[in-house]
């Protein structure tokens, strides 16, 4: 039976790159694995619902969109809820993640192993680089979790393992990524780390990591590594 991948994008306010996004992403990747995608708008105030509306009437395309701002880690874990194919390719849509890095996932694939990006060159304001460089400190030192790039949103997961994470995850509502390496780590995954472009945004600015909201993201992503630190998941037999 051949296996299916479904690639996960969550979006807000990408009105003006979201369709050439996502026909990129179709385009380079489809003919290597039969693909649809689930595309979660979240609460977007710009126009990308109804973009997103007509495009899913060429491609493959699962959308869950409504008006309420869910935010990042609300919007991945409701795609993740409708994954329905064997593997799932989870990507932020931005333009930053390159799709022809994926050629490179997909021969190592393996139901027990997360295989995720590493960013060589990350197209990012110095200040929030330097911000993830101090956090992944405190991450490994709480959590033990010594990935390179724990942040990096480009990863492909079997569909089994992302149900056995599921309920274990929702504490970090940005830093998603991070709590689902340490999940995962802790239930006992193994990790492939490869090397991914990373590219400027197509348009636009990031709509989380504002300098106003700096602060309060570090409190919180702080407290939830103690809080995931205090509950650890105990690896399946």
């Given at each position: 039976?051949?296996?299916?991948?479904?690639?996960?994008?969550?979006?807000h306010?990408?009105?003006?790159?979201?369709?050439?996004?996502?026909?990129?992403?179709?385009?380079?990747?489809?003919?290597?694995v039969?693909?649809?995608f689930?595309?979660?708008?979240?609460?977007?105030?710009?126009?990308?619902?109804?973009?997103?509306?007509?495009?899913?009437?060429?491609?493959?395309?699962?959308?869950?969109?409504?008006?309420e701002?869910?935010?990042?880690?609300?919007?991945?874990?409701?795609?993740?809820?409708?994954?329905?194919?064997?593997?799932?390719?989870?990507l932020?849509?931005?333009?930053?993640?390159?799709?022809?890095?994926?050629?490179?996932?997909?021969?190592?694939?393996?139901?027990r192993?997360?295989?995720?990006g590493y960013?060589?060159?990350?197209?990012?304001?110095?200040?929030?680089?330097?911000?993830?460089?101090?956090?992944?400190?405190?991450?490994?030192?709480?959590?033990?979790?010594?990935?390179?790039?724990?942040?990096?949103?480009?990863?492909?997961?079997?569909?089994?393992?992302v149900r056995?994470?599921?309920?274990?995850?929702?504490?970090?509502?940005?830093?998603?990524?991070w709590?689902?390496?340490?999940?995962?780590?802790?239930?006992g995954?193994?990790?492939?780390?490869?090397?991914?472009?990373?590219?400027l945004?197509?348009?636009?600015?990031?709509?989380?990591?504002?300098?106003?909201?700096?602060?309060?993201?570090?409190w919180?992503?702080?407290?939830?590594?103690?809080?995931?630190?205090s509950?650890?998941l105990?690896?399946?037999?």
């Amino acid at each position: 039976m051949t296996e299916r991948l479904e690639i996960l994008l969550p979006v807000h306010n990408e009105a003006a790159s979201i369709e050439s996004t996502i026909e990129e992403m179709h385009r380079v990747i489809s003919p290597l694995v039969p693909a649809s995608f689930i595309v979660c708008e979240d609460g977007s105030s710009d126009g990308t619902a109804e973009v997103l509306r007509n495009m899913a009437r060429r491609i493959p395309m699962h959308l869950i969109s409504g008006p309420e701002r869910k935010g990042y880690s609300r919007a991945v874990l409701d795609g993740m809820r409708a994954l329905r194919a064997d593997w799932l390719l989870c990507l932020d849509s931005d333009g930053q993640c390159d799709p022809a890095d994926f050629a490179g996932f997909w021969p190592v694939r393996d139901p027990r192993t997360l295989v995720i990006g590493y960013r060589v060159e990350r197209a990012d304001h110095w200040a929030r680089k330097a911000m993830s460089g101090s956090f992944k400190l405190a991450y490994r030192w709480l959590l033990g979790v010594s990935l390179r790039d724990p942040s990096c949103p480009y990863l492909l997961v079997h569909r089994e393992a992302v149900r056995e994470l599921l309920p274990h995850l929702g504490l970090m509502q940005q830093g998603f990524w991070w709590e689902f390496a340490a999940r995962a780590r802790q239930a006992g995954f193994r990790f492939h780390e490869i090397p991914v472009n990373h590219r400027l945004r197509s348009a636009g600015v990031t709509q989380v990591y504002r300098a106003r909201k700096i602060p309060g993201i570090a409190w919180r992503h702080i407290a939830a590594l103690f809080s995931i630190r205090s509950n650890p998941l105990t690896p399946a037999s």
